[in-house]
DNA sequence: TGCCTACCTCTATCTGTGGT
DNA sequence: ACCACAGATAGAGGTAGGCA
């Protein structure tokens, strides 16, 4: 029988909608499967599908993540066997080959082959898969359904909803800590766009911002640019990415405390611009910017001259690169990061 | 026939720029 | 001031060709 070669996204969707027959999952070392819940579908790096639920033949619930592939041999071939993100995958799913995929922790996980337990034939599934899924959720169709001035409303509802929201917490966080900590792990978690957020939270409370503006006391603005970056760099485990010989000397002499693992900082799909060592270099010129007056009293001050609109305050928190890179000028912060601090973090 | 490699395309997120 | 869009990035997927 000549081999029928069949695309990875609709084996995704074979998988997400479960087109297959449920008493033939059996994998490549004869254990008989029953998918209890498929996964998240992960559409950033890492395994495609996160957090399924799998039932062995004896009862036992497995929870982790499941890799597709179209051959069995892609595993080794797209290097998942060297990389850690893919240690917790419970289960390959291929369309063809029997072979048990070798994580980077050295445990091996059964594949599944879905040629031999589809539902119906290979042309009923794609038919089956090319369908639209129903969409479900309260937004959906919203805008048909309400009209212009009601969706309107709406949006300036949830609007401001979410400021409340973010007031709130914000709030809740002073109640326990210092009200310049909280904004300054407002502004760090900012700096680390989604894939970093937490690391960058992380960070700031690692090396609290009185401790930062301790090491600043006295300097001049150049002197507590480069104190800041190697502070920020070390502990980050990113000196050597972005740093050089003078920021590591000043690390070990100032640095107290474990440097994060470079390798928890998530740069899949980040530009060179947005990398986590260059924003904790933009962090520290906003830092050194406000360390005189103290970071909270000179936002107050910025708040308290109000003005219609954001920008004039957006300008105080972008931070341009002190060389031009590439040829042409780029900044460290840019006006939509700037912006995105002040409508998130400085104004609620 | 199966495996490996190289090359091309696709994708999601962010920045910068130009038009309104 | 706001919005839309182009451009940049790099891992993953798709495909073709070579080799045993």
Redesign the pocket.
Known sequence: M??V?V????LVQVWKRQLVEKGRMVTDSGERLQVIYPGREN????P?FIGAIISTADGVLLRGDV????????W?????NR?PSYNDVILQVVWD?D?AAELQSGKKVPTLSLRHCLKGSLDDVRYWADLPMVPSGPCYNAGQRLGDSEMGRLLDEAGEERFRLKTGHFAEAMGKRLPSQVLFEGIMGALG???NKEFFEELARCLPLAVLEGFCLGKPPQEQVKVLKALLLGRAGLLVVGGDGELERIWSCLGDGEAMDSSLWR????????HPARRLVGAAYLLARFAEAGLSERVLQLVGQAR?????LDSSFMVSAPEPCSG?E??L?????AR?IVINIILP
């Open positions: 000549s081999k070669k695309a990875e996204c609709l559409k950033d790096s890492g495609d890799e597709l592939h179209s051959r069995a041999g892609d080794k071939s797209h290097g998942h990389d080959g072979r766009y989604s894939k740069v899949f799909r980040v530009r060179p611009e947005n219609p609109g954001t920008s004039w042409s780029c900044s912060i840019g006006q939509g990061r995105e």
